[in-house]
């Protein structure tokens, strides 16, 4: 299953001037016409969803909280699987460092992103508002699974409280 970012407006909400405000961010801006009935149970009368993420799966954005629960796991079995073809442990270590290095660049490519996607769409919602283009916008980060549950809605005052989310919860900014 996927990540899918939906964004959800009011009735009166001017659909083709948002509409736009995410074009503008290359983003998808498509009517969900018959939201899920998981949905739907959260959505206020008049609310409309609509797919807003990348137009296909939305794994890995920035607006989730990053788990790495399993890093150190992987690790293990990495380095029990070169010990098994009988790596020395010097060797192990020059790996190690090594890999050390490429996860450090990585992790500065990988900062730079989080931050950029971060910005795009504070930058969207704040567009949103400040030109009261709608009187609040819900982002909901859906992972999509028939046995996922959405666990409500909160309340965000402040852009500045766009990430990380947890996924299956409606954050709604106004």
Same mark, same amino acid.
């Given at each position: 299953?996927?990540?899918?970012?939906?964004?959800?407006?009011?009735?009166?909400?001017?659909?083709?001037?948002?509409?736009?405000?995410?074009?503008?961010?290359?983003?998808?801006?498509?009517?969900?016409?018959?939201?899920?009935?998981?949905?739907?149970?959260?959505?206020?009368?008049?609310?409309?969803?609509?797919?807003?993420? *990348?137009?296909?799966?939305?794994?890995?954005?920035? %607006? =989730?909280?990053?788990? &790495? !629960?399993?890093?150190?796991?992987?690790?293990? /079995?990495?380095?029990?699987?070169?010990?098994?073809?009988?790596?020395?442990?010097?060797?192990?270590?020059?790996?190690?460092?090594?890999k050390s290095e490429k996860s450090d660049s990585q992790a500065a490519i990988e900062k730079s992103n989080y931050d950029?996607?971060?910005?795009?769409?504070?930058?969207?919602?704040?567009?949103?508002? *400040?030109?009261?283009?709608?009187?609040?916008?819900? %982002? =909901?980060?859906?992972? &999509? !699974?028939?046995?996922?549950?959405?666990?409500? /809605?909160?309340?965000?005052?402040?852009?500045?409280?766009?990430?990380?989310?947890?996924?299956?919860?409606?954050?709604?900014?106004?």
């Amino acid at each position: 299953m996927c990540h899918f970012i939906m964004s959800i407006f009011p009735q009166s909400a001017k659909i083709q001037a948002i509409e736009l405000v995410y074009k503008q961010q290359q983003l998808d801006f498509r009517l969900a016409e018959q939201p899920d009935v998981r949905i739907r149970q959260y959505l206020n009368s008049g609310e409309a969803c609509y797919w807003t993420g *990348s137009g296909v799966c939305d794994c890995g954005t920035a %607006l =989730l909280e990053k788990s &790495d !629960d399993e890093a150190p796991d992987k690790l293990q /079995r990495q380095l029990d699987n070169l010990r098994k073809k009988g790596w020395r442990e010097q060797k192990i270590q020059r790996w190690l460092s090594s890999k050390s290095e490429k996860s450090d660049s990585q992790a500065a490519i990988e900062k730079s992103n989080y931050d950029s996607e971060i910005v795009k769409w504070q930058s969207i919602l704040g567009a949103v508002l *400040s030109n009261r283009l709608s009187p609040y916008v819900c %982002l =909901l980060v859906f992972w &999509d !699974d028939k046995d996922t549950l959405i666990k409500g /809605r909160i309340d965000q005052k402040h852009l500045s409280g766009i990430a990380p989310f947890k996924d299956n919860i409606i954050y709604k900014f106004s």
